[in-house]
């Protein structure tokens, strides 16, 4: 079992930038971003698979990026452009099964951080 650690969120206005990192200890395989609004369902944003390749979400594809630096053991969302609708509290989330779907499944997701909040103001 992963413990997983969220830093980096903050306020911007439309059309910032912020930096999500998530330090990880423990096995780690496929690691992904969620986030989840007020009111809303946790939505998968981004993951990264174990064997190296990722999948994004439509609505933040060409402006965030996933990223893993597995020597440290880990995880990076930057997101660029951002907009209003991406407010949300962002949750850093491993999977250990051997195969997962995309779109995200949060229930695919064994360890999940506390998450960081993210707000965007127009």
């Known amino acids: 079992q992963a413990q997983l650690r969220e830093s980096g969120g903050g306020s911007v206005q439309t059309g910032g930038s912020l930096r999500l990192s998530c330090a990880a200890s423990g096995y780690t395989r496929h690691m992904a971003w969620f986030r989840q609004a007020p009111g809303k369902e946790r939505e998968g944003v981004a993951v990264v698979y174990y064997y190296g390749t990722s999948d994004y979400a439509d609505n933040v594809k060409g402006r965030f990026t996933i990223s893993r630096d597995n020597g440290k053991n880990t995880l990076h969302l930057q997101m660029n452009n951002l907009k209003p609708e991406d407010t949300a509290m962002y949750f850093c989330?491993?999977?250990?099964?051997?195969?997962?779907?995309?779109?995200?499944?949060?229930?695919?997701?064994?360890?999940w951080g506390q998450g960081t909040q993210v707000t965007v103001s127009s």
């Open positions: 989330a491993n999977s250990d099964r051997q195969r997962i779907g995309f779109p995200l499944v949060a229930s695919e997701f064994s360890d």
